[in-house]
Nanobody
Framework: QVQLIESGGGSVQAGGSLRLSCAAS????????MGWFRQAPGLDREFVGAMSWSGGSTYYADSVKGRFAISRDNAKNTVYLQMNSLKPEDTAVYYC???????????????WGQGTQVTVSS
């Protein structure tokens, strides 16, 4: 089984940037589509974005299009979420996850990280 560990979370002012990392162990992420989700207090865990195993296809939630970008380094078995122009409403615990193919449905993701907190102040 693959294990995922997020890092890079923290506090930042609105308009700032942050890059999250998701390191995988156990199996190579080359065989998985990788997704990012987030969950704020009182809200459901929502889809943020995902990238196919080849990196040739991506999909982002409307709320983050143009601001967030996913990349992956298969040699390092790591996927990244670059977050720019951050807003207070981006505050949440962010999770990375692995799925057999590109999907926005969280139930299809097989493996999940423990999450990392991102706090954006106004």
């Amino acid at each position: 089984q693959v294990q995922l560990i997020e890092s890079g979370g923290g506090s930042v002012q609105a308009g700032g940037s942050l890059r999250l990392s998701c390191a995988a162990s156990g199996r190579t992420i080359r065989n998985y589509a990788m997704g990012w989700f987030r969950q704020a207090p009182g809200l459901d865990r929502e889809f943020v974005g995902a990238m196919s195993w080849s990196g040739g296809s991506t999909y982002y939630a409307d709320s983050v299009k143009g601001r967030f970008a996913i990349s992956r380094d298969n040699a390092k078995n790591t996927v990244y979420l670059q977050m720019n122009s951050l807003k207070p409403e981006d505050t949440a615990v962010y999770y990375c996850a692995a799925a057999p193919s590109l999907t926005t449905t969280r139930g299809w993701y097989q493996y999940w990280g423990q999450g990392t907190q991102v706090t954006v102040s106004s």
